[in-house]
């Protein structure tokens, strides 16, 4: 019979899925999958609506992306970073974050080439990193903070090294990188003449006095730099999927030669609608912050308050929790225990590991706090009884 092709042999369904069904059958309050339970503002619905009814976005769009789109793209990086660019060679829009990392992956990486990973990692960087031929190369983070140490970094450049995908603000720590973590591996890759591929679609959700900076504003990084983001999480419209990708022209190229052979353009109402937020205000970004600043403060005394470890994320909407103290088993053991004893669903880490280094993060599991405070306090009650039932 005929069957599917060796290539996909590997790729089975991620967790999440099973979180999900679990969650479903025993009705748990889902703080598991990183999508929020609300919508970003009607207004941004009102011009996808409008894009419909005048019959602007309903035929095929340019393959880059609708010119409003990027021209709001490259405006945003301007505004927050400085970065010049050209809308119309130097911003490539995809179907959301998801397409972005892998058609810059597929764009940029030559067979053969190594690519190094920081493990944990969001679970679709090593499908594309295969598909394309690269040779995955693994250094782990090691909590309580979430760093690389500088020595195994290092030991992982060599001659055959094509690429680097890092994310910051991280999924799953909340990790975000600082300027002088930035900075060595911006040498490690001029040294070893090494591209960037830099997932910040998490970019706006930075808290404390932590600060996100885009790997391509460090000097002489630009070139060699492609970076990704979405409006899945900056605009709360994660269903729509409208990301994007910018840098040097060159690689954009490489970029655009597979987004024109997958999708070649993607849904035209959606990127009116991101193109008119885009041009909103500092009070929105502020107000977005302010959002998630809150349910973090909610989520994280929550856990501690059930007795399990947490430290404060710098970034992004997860909160990585050490339940070692209170669980014997390892993360799966543990988040199947929270589903049906308590009610409660979270992610393993394991779906963002693919080494051994999957022990690192064996005895924690990933709370996401983009959810409606009332789902993040019903939670909050049910972990109160996490104690009485280990
Ligand atoms: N990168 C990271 C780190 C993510 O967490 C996500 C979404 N969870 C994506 C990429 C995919 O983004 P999009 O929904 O825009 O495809």
């Avoid at 009705?27 to 996808?48: H, M, R």
């Avoid at 500092?282 to 107000?287: C, D, T, V």
């Avoid at 998630?292 to 430290?311: I, M, Q």
Wanted: proline share 5%; net charge negative; charged share 20%.
């Amino acid at each position: 019979m005929p069957t599917y092709a060796r290539r996909v042999a590997p790729f089975g369904t991620t967790v999440f899925a099973e979180i999900n069904t679990l969650a479903s059958q025993h009705q748990a309050v889902n703080l598991g999958q990183g999508k929020p339970d609300f919508d970003g503002p009607s207004d941004i619905i009102e011009v996808v609506i409008d894009a419909l009814k005048t019959g602007k976005g309903n035929q095929y769009p340019s393959g880059l992306g609708v010119a409003e789109l990027r021209e709001g793209i490259a405006h945003h990086q301007e505004k927050f970073y400085g970065l010049s660019l050209n809308p119309n060679t130097q911003v490539q829009v995809t179907c959301g974050a998801s397409e972005g990392v892998y058609a810059s992956i597929l764009g940029v990486v030559n067979e053969g080439d190594e690519v190094i990973l920081l493990e944990p990692f969001f679970d679709t960087y090593l499908p594309a990193v295969l598909n394309a031929g690269g040779i995955p190369r693994y250094v782990p983070l090691y909590p309580p903070t979430w760093s690389f140490d500088r020595d195994e970094l290092r030991a992982a450049f060599n001659e055959g090294t094509g690429a680097i995908i890092i994310n910051s603000p991280h999924n799953p720590t909340g990790r975000v990188f600082s300027r002088g973590e930035l900075e060595f591996i911006a040498e490690l890759c001029q040294e070893h003449d090494v591209i960037v591929i830099s997932d910040e679609v998490y970019e706006h959700l930075v808290y404390d006095n932590h600060r996100h900076i885009p790997m391509a504003t460090l000097p002489n990084m630009f070139e060699r730099t492609l970076t990704i983001s979405s409006a899945a999480k900056t605009f709360s419209f994660t269903g729509w999927k409208v990301g994007w990708v910018t840098g040097h022209e060159t690689l954009v190229t490489g970029v655009w030669r597979i987004h024109q052979n997958i999708t070649f353009s993607i849904n035209a109402p959606a990127q009116y609608g991101i193109a008119h937020a885009l041009g909103y205000d500092e009070a929105y970004y502020q107000s977005l912050h302010a959002l998630y600043d809150g349910k973090r403060h909610l989520l994280l005394n929550a856990l501690r308050e059930s007795g399990l470890k947490a430290d404060a994320p710098q970034g992004a909407f997860y909160i990585m929790t050490d339940f070692s103290e209170l669980f014997d088993g390892n993360a799966e053991d543990f988040a199947r225990f929270l589903i049906t004893e308590v009610g409660v669903a979270t992610i393993p880490p394991s779906t963002f590991y693919c080494t051994d280094h999957a022990h690192i993060g064996s005895k924690h599991v990933r709370f996401a706090f983009c959810k409606n405070d009332d789902v993040i306090h019903k939670a909050a009650e049910r972990l109160l009884t996490l104690k009485k039932k280990v």
